[in-house]
């Protein structure tokens, strides 16, 4: 059963803007953490962006200022919002959330359980 589940994936120039989501409703664990990491073709996992239950975001250095990180309890939907996009944001990105009592939800690139990924590219 996918448990979250993200989308609004797509091609965009660079400069543009995309905004992510992620269905979290089947998630039935508490979501202490939740978070985007993202995965280059060929490339490490790399964290992007975490909220925490209490609502504290961190951001990855290479998306600060571009990127923001929100949720909507009501819809039960976690949201990416990319701006300013460059070349270099293209990867496939995963929507992830932890129920574990972590000490911090860190850049969200070792959250416990994610999505099948979105593919997002950008062009010049």
């Known amino acids: 059963q996918v448990q979250l589940e993200e989308s609004g994936g797509g091609s965009v120039q660079a400069g543009g803007s995309l905004r992510l989501s992620c269905a979290t409703s089947a998630y039935t664990r508490i979501k202490r953490c939740m978070g985007w990491f993202r995965q280059a073709a060929g490339k490490e996992r790399e964290g992007v962006a975490t909220i925490s239950i209490n609502g504290i975001r961190r951001y990855s250095d290479s998306v600060k200022g571009r990127f923001t990180i929100s949720t909507d309890n009501a819809k039960n939907t976690l949201y990416l919002q990319m701006d300013s996009l460059k070349p270099e944001d293209t990867a496939v990105y995963y929507c992830?959330?932890?129920?574990?009592?972590?000490?911090?939800?860190?850049?969200?690139?070792?959250?416990?359980?994610w999505g099948q990924g979105t593919q997002v590219t950008v062009y010049s």
């Open positions: 992830a959330a932890d129920w574990r009592p972590l000490l911090s939800c860190g850049d969200g690139s070792r959250l416990s359980d």
